[in-house]
């Protein structure tokens, strides 16, 4: 495994490491979700929805549409951003999601 640089802002380094775990929301395992939820938390106090009961594994790609769509169109939280915003809720692939080369949908 390559290491990263020691360049690396020392809030983010407790972040570093954590296992993929599928629907996972601690610093025993996560998902993306799961990651960017315990950033929030820890580093601004911020509590996220968990949504790890909405969709079935992270590969559920109708699942986690329904999610993004009912937050987006009902909840009234969210707020449309521009183009060059980060995309939290992308539809995952095998080659885009989750582990890297050959991560794929579970068995």
């Not at 960017?36 to 929805?49: D, E, I, T």
Request: glycine share 14%; aromatic share 12%; with cysteine.
């Amino acid at each position: 495994m390559q290491r990263l640089p020691n360049v690396a802002p020392a809030w983010v380094r407790s972040f570093i490491g954590i296992k993929f775990k599928d629907r996972g929301r601690d610093q025993d395992g996560s998902d993306c979700w799961g990651l960017f939820r315990l950033v929030y938390a820890q580093r601004f106090g911020l509590a996220l929805p968990s949504y790890d009961a909405e969709y079935d594994h992270v590969f559920d790609a109708g699942g986690v549409q329904d999610v993004r769509t009912n937050e987006l169109d009902q909840s009234g939280r969210w707020e449309q951003l521009g183009e060059a915003a980060a995309r939290v809720f992308e539809r995952p692939s095998p080659r885009n999601h989750g582990g890297g080369p050959g991560a794929g949908p579970p068995p």
